[in-house]
Structure formats: structure tokens, C-alpha cells
């Protein structure tokens, strides 16, 4: 670590050590999708001293975003979500190695490349994007990093980390392994397996099933969304500490109107 390394990251000092602050330094995250959940993450880990980052996403900014997305504003409506979080975050700490793209995870190729030279891979993309999130565990899992898979759920967050000796994400969904990625038919995931844990205020079934189903938009607001940001990026540093974490098939819930948390199986 460099001088001016150290004053930056100065006040982490006594919760990392010397020793594991020197190991975020040289560290590698991905993060696939910088929305609600990935961006702000971006923002996180590089205030923990993470000293490269790689990030991508294919969506634009919109209206809708306002409420909840790191980077979002009325000046950047249909700008790249990847390109405005770049240049929001780069300024943070010019040491800090930024490879984005606006590319996202389309196929295999993508996912390989994003996975390549990486500790640890956060997905952060949409619901539904079952395809996108397999290719994406398979690559790190091949590479045999970790990947966390989390979401905001309302005012709360639902996260896995899967070792990469440990069960695929076909499996902690309930699907065949060699299921056939490109039939979407075939990658229908039951509610109970997306929101094993249902927050005391969601009381329309019918409402969760149509989200589910992709026939409307998932009710979501910036404190879920900070709250999974903040929760991907200490389970990224955790794990690349060499921290014990809860790990696939066990899943973290926590819902900060209920009061509740939840650590089990799925």
C-alpha cells in the first residue's frame, strides 16, 4: 500500500487489519447489473479499498430508478447505467482499476470474460434474468470463486453465496442441472423458492404471483435496495477474507420493518 492508499483508508484500520486491508487492495469484484442493488455496491466496496472492480449492465436510466438507484437523476435519464456509475465512482479513488461495460451478460462468451481474473462475483441483475444468472455461476464456479446471488425485498434483502465446491444455482432453484438454459419455459422457478420468507406487509398473493410471472414490476424502494447493496458487498469482503459466511443452500433474510432474520436452508 502506497501513502496515500493508507490515508484513504486510514479509519478502516482497527476493523480490517493491516494484512486484510493490503488484501482488498489487490482484489478483484465483479458485479453484474449496477441498478438498485449493484451500483450503490460499486460505491461500497470502493470505500472499503477493493482495489478493482468490474462492472457491466446493459440498461439505461429511467424515471422509475429515481427512487431507489445509485447514480440515477433527472440529468442522466437515458444514459447507461454502467457508464454513470463509472464515472461517478472512479473519482472516489483514482487507484482504483474500473473495467465497465455496457455489454451485460448475453451468453457464455460474456460471462467467461466478466468471470475471468476475479475473487468474487456479485449478481445484481433482475429478476427473471434466470438464463443470465446460470452462465454467470457456472463461469465462477469453473474459475472456482464464490458468487452471491441478492435482491431487495421490499424493506429487506435476500442474499446466497455459493461456494464453488458446493450446489449450483439450478439446484438451490429447484431445477434439473442440465437444464436446458435456452427454453424459458423451462426455467420457470417456483414463489417459494424466489421468497422462501414472505414480509408481514406483503399481503396480496396474487400481486407476488404476477410479479413472478413477469406481469408487472417488482414494488421496490431505496432502503431494500441500499440494505442488499450494503449486505453483497460485506459478504464479498467476508469471503475474500477468508471469513466464515453462511453458504448455499442456506440463504441470509433480513427485513427491517419486521425486525426479522433469517439464516437456513431453502
Do not use: C, W
Not at 62 to 69: A, I
Not at 80 to 101: E, G, L, M
Not at 204 to 222: A, F, H, W, Y
Amino acid at each position: 500500500m502506497d501513502d496515500q492508499y493508507r490515508a484513504l483508508f486510514s479509519r478502516n484500520i482497527g476493523l480490517f487489519t493491516e494484512e486484510e486491508q493490503d488484501v482488498l487492495s489487490k482484489s478483484t469484484i465483479s458485479i453484474a447489473g449496477v441498478g438498485g442493488v449493484g451500483g450503490l455496491a460499486a460505491e461500497r466496496l470502493i470505500r472499503l479499498g477493493v482495489g478493482h472492480l468490474k462492472i457491466t449492465d446493459p440498461g439505461y436510466f429511467e424515471e422509475s430508478n429515481v427512487n431507489r438507484q445509485f447514480g440515477s437523476s433527472m440529468l442522466n435519464l437515458g444514459q447507461n447505467k454502467a457508464d454513470v456509475v463509472y464515472k461517478q465512482i472512479k473519482v472516489i479513488n483514482p487507484q482504483t482499476q474500473i473495467f465497465h461495460s455496457d455489454a451485460g451478460i448475453r451468453d457464455e462468451k460474456d460471462a467467461n470474460i466478466f468471470a475471468d481474473d476475479s475473487d468474487f462475483v456479485i449478481d445484481a441483475m433482475d429478476h427473471g434474468l434466470f438464463k443470465q444468472s446460470i452462465l454467470l455461476q457456472r463461469a465462477a464456479r469453473h474459475r472456482g470463486i464464490h458468487y452471491l446471488f441478492t435482491a431487495a425485498i421490499g424493506f429487506g434483502v435476500i442474499a446466497a453465496v455459493f461456494d464453488p465446491e458446493g450446489i449450483t444455482l439450478e439446484e438451490y432453484n429447484g431445477l434439473p442441472v442440465d437444464v436446458d438454459i435456452n427454453d424459458p419455459a423451462k426455467l420457470m422457478v417456483s414463489m417459494d423458492k424466489i421468497l422462501p420468507v414472505i414480509p408481514s406487509y406483503a399481503k396480496d398473493m396474487n400481486m407476488l404471483q404476477e410479479i413472478i410471472n413477469g406481469k408487472r414490476p417488482v414494488p421496490t424502494n431505496s432502503i431494500g435496495a441500499g440494505l442488499a447493496a450494503i449486505f453483497a458487498a460485506s459478504e464479498a469482503t467476508n469471503v475474500i477474507l477468508g471469513k466464515d459466511v453462511p453458504k448455499a443452500p442456506n440463504y441470509t433474510y433480513l427485513d427491517l420493518v419486521d425486525r426479522r432474520l433469517v439464516t437456513q436452508p431453502i
